[in-house]
């Protein structure tokens, strides 16, 4: 197979995302980084942008977890196997045990493609719910990561061919059949090892926003080594701040690259959440809110998604506003997720547990988000800071519900 060039490999840093065009499951995090893959101009016979950017993520997983050379090969060849680098939904019409039988739920989170194997979902082909909830192997950073941690637990898995490796973790009725991907497997880690270059000094976490963006720009050619540095994304630039809601959405923005935890976020900034967000100082989707909105108009919103929606006032989402906030239904709940709308088609929030506060460019024509939207509502303002007559102040408890 021939490998065109130039090869463009851009791994970028903090939620850069590379281009408004680049799909929310381009963007893998892990741990308290996050890395947007764009390998555009990177050519690889048979596979597209999309393979590419699987392909791209299993690499820069294994390199995370310091897998060896050999052990990243072992995974690309299991993916170009499975799923020819797909990340596949199940549409539950297959063959499959009593406690699989919503598997096709994964039809509602972002894939390349439908199958029906059983309860195999995602790139790795991985069975659910045995390899991890559909919320986590749905994400092609979490499926690459379960694949790594199963391979480091077989004996002497670095003294196997990859045929056996594979097998030992895939337990697949062809066994033999990822040796022929091994030459591919070869091919996408050497393009996708070529060069990096230094990263940027992180930025203060108090710090405001630089009117331009200050994401590192990768040369061509050229890799960002990943979790150095939190940066606002290359599409966000700072807005003017000419009303509360510009100024809301600059106080969120600046937390971009910030751990997501669950009963995090106060007025002041983030906070050690509990439950699953306990030992993770960051954001949920309702803290980041409440303090954006605090730091643009010292108002009170309640650490609730749901009653933020409730106390605000409905618009049409082609009046939307900087500062609006985008309700979403996810996992059966009328409301269950929020982000703050830039009022120039993005939205900045903190996605769920594992992710960091993103960037998320045309998120009302987004091909997942956009399907989830339940409403855009408008925060009630004080009468004195520009908002309608008979707006109220919020009251100034803070409820301890989380998001």
Not at 58 to 83: D, F, T
Not at 262 to 275: L, V
Request: aromatic residues 6%; glycine residues 10%.
């Amino acid at each position: 197979m021939a490998l065109a060039v130039p090869l463009l490999l851009g791994l970028s840093v903090g939620s850069a995302l590379m281009s408004s065009t680049l799909e929310e499951e381009a963007t893998d995090v892990r741990g308290e980084c996050t890395v947007t893959i764009n390998p555009t101009g990177l050519s690889i016979a048979g596979l597209d942008q999309t393979q590419l950017q699987h392909a791209a993520t299993i690499v820069e997983v294994g390199r995370q977890k310091g897998i060896p050379e050999q052990g990243i090969r072992v995974a690309l060849a299991v993916a170009a196997q499975e799923s020819k680098f797909r990340n596949y939904a199940n549409d539950g019409t297959g063959q499959l045990r009593p406690d699989q039988r919503d598997v096709s739920r994964s039809l509602n989170y972002p894939h390349d493609a439908v199958g029906r194997d059983h309860g195999s979902v995602n790139v790795f082909q991985q069975q659910y719910p045995w390899w991890g909830t559909l919320d986590e192997l749905m994400d092609p950073s979490y499926a690459a990561g379960k694949f790594y941690d199963t391979l480091v637990q077989v004996p002497g898995w670095q003294q196997m061919p990859l045929t056996i490796a594979a097998q030992k973790v895939q337990r697949s009725a062809f066994p033999n059949a990822y040796a022929r991907w091994e030459p591919l497997a070869g091919e996408i880690f050497t393009a996708l090892s070529s060069t990096t270059v230094p990263a940027a000094q992180p930025p203060s976490p108090a710090a405001s926003p630089d009117p331009e963006p200050r994401g590192v720009q990768p040369a061509a050619g050229a890799a960002v080594d990943p979790c150095a540095t939190r940066a606002i994304p290359a599409d966000f630039a700072a807005l003017p701040g000419e009303d509360v809601g510009q100024v809301a959405v600059n106080a969120a923005a600046q937390w971009i690259g910030t751990p997501y935890s669950w009963g995090g976020g106060t007025i002041s900034g983030p906070s050690e959440g509990f439950a699953q967000g306990a030992g993770i100082v960051g954001f949920d989707c309702s803290g980041l809110i409440l303090h954006a909105w605090y730091q643009a108009a010292g108002i009170r919103l309640p650490h609730s998604s749901v009653a933020i929606e409730a106390m605000g006032t409905r618009v049409d989402p082609s009046q939307a506003q900087a500062g609006d906030v985008l309700s979403f239904a996810i996992g059966g709940s009328r409301v269950s997720h929020d982000g703050l709308f830039d009022g120039r088609g993005g939205m900045v929030h903190a996605p769920r547990t594992g992710k960091t506060v993103e960037y998320v460019p045309d998120v009302l024509n987004h091909p997942y988000w956009s399907t989830v939207l339940v409403s855009v509502t408008r925060p009630p303002l004080p009468a004195d800071d520009g908002a309608s007559a008979g707006a109220s102040r919020l009251p100034a408890e803070r409820p301890t519900v989380a998001s």
